[in-house]
């Protein structure tokens, strides 16, 4: 079983929307942090934005601040990314990941296989 | 705090030992919020190491982390085949959630 897979992935034009789905399984969902991590094409990651357990505290890259929502929903198990006024630089890979905060250490240690984003005119 | 890795590109042979560097602009309590991941083209990142130097569970043993405040290092001892990826070091202390911008090794 695959615990985390991202669907709505598309290709759509500038200023345009999708909504990002990442469907979890295997873990205790409700317990954790949650990250969507983005990748544009031949480029490094860049982490997009955080969700707490509980959805009371979110953060996000400045370049998609006002643009992007991150959200959850426990009973569903799923995280949310609603990306509105969509720009072409925002193509990309987006990745849902956990984000385990623990004493030990912080990691995105379980990640899903990514849904290709594509803005293009 | 931004990241700065070196080189961005190694080539090795099998069964080299390899370094990579993780610079971060501050270190401050840094150590248990750095991670490294691997990635292979086409696929997720996968997590390699937490905390610096904490080995995640099924990662083999020769990977290895060390390094503290500013300064961190990633070392793969006799590289194997499958070790043909792209590495990315990350802090997790401050937002922005930053990434070095990556080191790719070769296999000659």
Known sequence: EVPLVESGGGSVQPGGSLRLSCRASGFTFRSDWMAWVRQAPGKGLEWVANIKEDGSERFYVDSVEGRFTISRDNAESSLYLQMNSLRVEDTAVYYCTRYNDITEGDSFDIWGQGTTVIVTS | ?108
């Not at chain 2, 090795?12 to 691997?38: E, M, N």
């Not at chain 2, 982390?65 to 990350?90: H, K, R």
């Open chain 2, 1 to 108: 705090i931004q990241l700065t890795q070196s080189p961005s590109f190694l080539s090795a042979s099998v069964g080299d030992r390899v370094t990579i560097t993780c610079r971060a602009s501050q270190g401050q309590g840094l150590r248990i919020y750095l991670a490294w991941y691997q990635q292979k083209p086409g696929k997720a990142p996968k997590l390699l190491i937490y905390a610096a130097s904490t080995l995640q569970g099924g990662v083999p043993s020769r990977f290895s982390g060390s390094g503290s405040g500013t300064d961190y290092t990633l070392t793969i001892s006799n590289l194997q085949p499958e070790d043909s990826a792209t590495y990315y070091c990350q802090q997790l202390k401050t937002y922005p959630l930053g990434f070095g911008g990556g080191t790719k090794v070769e296999i000659k």
